[in-house]
């Protein structure tokens, strides 16, 4: 029979253990291998029970246990020692309170997502997104970096993955019950839920709750919409991450963007949080928040223009989709009917909003909103996640600054990082803190500095691989009690499934794959030639075990005909014992996979994967990895800590047909062969004295060594705090009021006086004969520029010179500034002057532009406004 209604009767713990609450309620101890230690000591088989959930435990443990705890001297001294430490990570100083610009550093930000990755705890996840949030709320709680996080609480998170008999990937929606969950619900001072609330048409309502999750020193907001306030469609807006059709994603995203900036202010205005100077949007799905910015301006007075100012001041967007069709489009109409005054913002002129979201480039679809585009144009920075991302994304959405070239299309980048203390395996942690001391360990992982990481370099190889086959094993423990579970699942009886304990070996080449699976990451390209892949698990000398998993989105039936595809190939007895296909893949599982694999495979259609750090965690546990040169691996890699899967870019296979994709991956299924067969394999199998691989080990080495202090995501947050987040609070404080409208009036006056804007005429002394100059040669350039109602100091007017292509198209460009040789003549015309050193051989060219200039302008293209010769 089933209870018609479900809550938590949680324990009263006894005073001496009040301190165990605390450290439950903050993930810190997701990442925290003391505190783990501790809660396992609580009741070591309650703690495997519920994987790992301190939450669940102290829900579970026995009273009498407890009050044995209780008196347990040792045991309050640990728990003492943890609490003391947690509450010194809380409110010490740390990098951020202690850098020599910390004083320029924003008093708060914003960081908004649709998914977090914290802990399996806490499944509001589906993928790398949501990974990377989570990694970035913990690495700035490490560096004390002030942020506030703001997602939604979906009540079914993401999907469960199991198989059926055949294959076939089939989801299950587990109901999380908040109060089982490591959150605290928001509450106002007489104890009633704290309520943000959104107008929706016809009358209608939007209202969420405010669950909090404590990610170290970051409070992680969660806004949840199953409130009895609610009618049944506004109640279920939060019941699942990426469900439901166009109109709920839409009400996810605003209850996400504007509900989320409320959220915010509540919580600012409940416990005392200085509110955000700068506010992130991670991803296009949260960009309504600067819409509900410019509707908090507006009630302060400001025009709409002048509060697009000051909004875009204090906000970084950041990219992660290398492909338009990522990104979510709605229906104009669709986003008309929900905002404005009849809707969610009341004040905000309705043709101001859809101009923001439209795809106004060349092949755009003007019948669409783009969050993308609004994402950008309501940020003053904007950047992706990788180096080659940053050049695709500058080249994807060129069209919205028309006359830049793609390299000047204010789009930086900032590789992704990940969190190490919450994917290095302990073991290897361990190993490093022998050599350097656990303290020094610890900084190493968290705020980064390569000298520590240095310190691997003297570990002796048999260490090394000493402690790579102590996880290779634990890899096989965990491979065969979850594959035992699958089968079980998918209906097999125990004896049925002797073979299990036969799968994997961990003295065996182990490869691992796992990730979301949309086409472009080719789960199934390692099937292209299945004799070949036969032949390398089964090679008598140099076997290959290859470990798989990943989930493929609800609606994507291609998806799961991969999975299906991978699943019926690992079912063959012939090779069952060599591949293995794990199902619903997420971090408990990950943080097993990582460390016990020897290889991390990637092979993605470049350039679709932005950055993929599935490999930057493996490679912190010392696996090599097996790469194309896409996202993070393109910025990054060496011959000595890994290999370049050759891709089929350059031969003519493009992709634009059904034969084409096919011969590309074939090619690029060859060379993955290739490469396993004639180099990983031999080089892992190449042993020396003492029975070991020196060449793998030194490659082990290196890895850690070079790799570990890129990859840490403090030092991507580091970035961000320096690059981008502190020139925003310089931009927020330098905008007020006056200041902002200021600068909205000067842009519309450029704006509306550019049309005459023109470069007259353009004249070089000191041309050599026939086109050539001689190396070091300066020319004096002398412009006459037309600026019509505008003055000198509205313009920049700039030489641009480099090296020329066959068709004069100019590279490595540099733009020299000219001056004004006096003042403009009786037709407005200014005459511009200035030198243009030859300092380069070769075809050299150069152009002339006029740009529009202020102070207060993050980028000269911020406009996309250029005059060039010959153009009026």
């Not at 969660?222 to 109640?235: A, I, K, Q, W």
């Not at 803190?433 to 520590?452: F, K, N, P």
């Amino acid at each position: 029979m089933k209870a018609i209604r479900r809550f938590t009767v949680r324990p009263v713990l006894p005073e001496a253990l009040r301190p165990l609450s605390d450290l439950a309620r903050n993930l810190r101890w997701s990442w925290h291998t003391e505190t783990r230690d501790l809660f396992q000591a609580v009741d070591p088989d309650g703690w495997r029970a519920c994987d790992g959930d301190p939450v669940q435990l102290l829900g579970a443990v026995p009273a009498g246990r407890l009050a044995e705890l209780a008196a347990d001297r040792r045991f309050l001294r640990r728990l003492t020692a943890a609490a003391d430490d947690l509450d010194d990570y809380l409110h010490g100083r740390r990098w951020y309170q202690t850098h020599p610009r910390a004083a320029e550093f924003p008093a708060a930000v914003a960081y908004f997502s649709p998914e977090f990755g914290v802990t399996a705890a806490l499944p509001q996840y589906s993928g790398g997104l949501g990974i990377l949030a989570g990694d970035h709320l913990k690495a700035a709680s490490d560096l004390g970096a002030p942020l506030i996080g703001v997602g939604l609480l979906y009540r079914h998170g993401y999907f469960r993955q199991s198989l059926s008999r055949d294959g076939w990937q089939q989801e299950h929606y587990p109901l999380l019950d908040p109060d089982e969950l490591p959150v605290t619900l928001l509450r106002e001072p007489g104890g009633s839920p704290a309520q943000i609330s959104l107008a929706l048409p016809a009358g209608r309502s939007l209202r969420a709750h405010v669950w909090v999750a404590r990610v170290g020193r970051v409070p992680l907001l969660m806004l949840d919409s199953d409130v009895e306030e609610n009618g049944p469609g506004e109640r279920d807006v939060t019941d699942r991450l990426y469900g439901g059709g166009s109109e709920h994603r839409l009400l996810q995203e605003m209850l996400l963007g504007i509900g989320g900036v409320r959220a915010v202010r509540t919580y600012c205005r409940l416990t005392g949080h200085p509110g955000p100077e700068v506010f992130h949007t991670n991803e296009g799905h949260a960009g309504f928040l600067g819409l509900e910015r410019i509707r908090e301006a507006g009630e302060a007075g400001l025009g709409f223009d002048a509060a697009l100012e000051a909004v875009r001041a204090g906000t970084v967007f950041t990219t992660h989709t290398p492909v338009p069709a990522g990104i979510d489009r709605f229906d104009r109409e669709l986003v008309a009917r929900h905002l404005g005054d009849r809707g969610a913002l009341p004040g905000v002129p309705v043709d101001r909003i859809l101009r923001l979201g439209t795809e106004t480039y060349p092949g755009g679809d003007p019948q669409v909103f783009n969050m993308a585009v609004m994402g950008l144009r309501l940020a003053q920075r904007a950047n992706g996640v990788s180096t080659l991302h940053g050049a695709v994304s500058r080249g994807m959405f060129a069209g919205l600054w028309p006359g830049f070239d793609a390299e000047e299309v204010p789009i930086t980048s900032v590789t992704n990082g990940v969190h190490a203390p919450t994917w290095v395996a302990p073991e290897v942690f361990r190993l490093g803190a022998r050599r350097i001391g656990a303290g020094r360990a610890e900084d190493a992982l968290t705020v980064g500095g390569s000298e520590l990481w240095h310190a691997v370099e003297g570990i002796p190889d048999a260490e090394i691989w000493e402690l790579r086959r102590e996880l290779r094993e634990q890899l096989v423990t965990e491979v065969r009690t979850r594959l035992r579970a699958s089968w079980r699942q998918r209906g097999a009886g125990a004896a049925e499934l002797g073979w299990v304990d036969g799968v994997l070996d961990p003295d065996v080449l182990t490869i691992g794959f796992a990730r979301r699976v949309p086409s472009y990451k080719r789960l199934t390209l390692m099937l292209r030639d299945r004799d070949r892949l036969r032949s390398l698990l089964l090679h008598p000398e140099r076997p290959v075990q290859i470990v798989v998993a990943g989930k493929a989105h609800p609606a994507d039936d291609g998806g799961k005909r991969l999975v299906q595809e991978l699943v019926r190939f690992a079912d063959d007895p012939r090779v069952r014992h060599r591949i293995a296909f794990l199902p619903d893949y997420g971090m408990a599982m990950a943080q097993k996979l990582y460390p016990g694999c020897d290889v991390w495979l990637n092979n993605p259609l470049r350039p679709l994967e932005a950055c993929g750090t599935s490999g930057m965690k493996a490679a912190l546990n010392g696996c090599l990895n097996l790469s194309v040169l896409d996202g993070w691996w393109d910025e990054w890699y060496e011959p000595d800590f890994g290999w370049a899967i050759p891709t089929a870019d350059g031969d003519g296979t493009s992709a634009t047909s059904t034969m084409e994709e096919d011969r590309r991956d074939d090619l690029e299924a060859a060379a993955l062969y290739e490469l396993i067969e004639n180099r990983v394999a031999p080089r892992f199998y190449d042993r020396g004295p003492g029975g070991l691989p020196h060449h793998w080990v030194g490659m082990v080495r290196r890895t850690l060594a070079v790799l570990g202090p890129k990859v840490l995501a403090g030092r991507m947050v580091r970035e961000y705090v320096e690059r981008l987040y502190a020139p925003a609070a310089g931009a927020h404080r330098a905008l007020d009021a006056a200041t902002s409208g200021d600068l909205a009036g000067w842009k519309a006056r450029v704006r509306g006086a550019w049309p005459k804007v023109a470069v007259d005429h353009v004249e070089a002394v000191e041309h050599a004969p026939a086109g050539t100059a001689e190396l070091g040669v300066v020319l004096a350039l002398r412009v006459r520029v037309a600026l019509g109602d505008l003055t000198p100091d509205d313009v920049e007017v700039q030489a641009v010179a480099g090296r020329v292509d066959a068709d004069d198209a100019i590279t490595e460009a540099r733009p020299y500034p000219l001056k004004p040789a006096g003042g403009p003549d009786l037709e407005g015309r200014v005459v511009y002057e200035g030198p243009l050193p030859l300092d380069r051989t070769g075809a050299f060219g150069y152009t002339i532009r006029v740009l529009p200039s202020h102070p207060l302008l993050a980028s000269p293209a911020d406009l996309g406004l250029v005059a060039w010769p010959g153009t009026r």
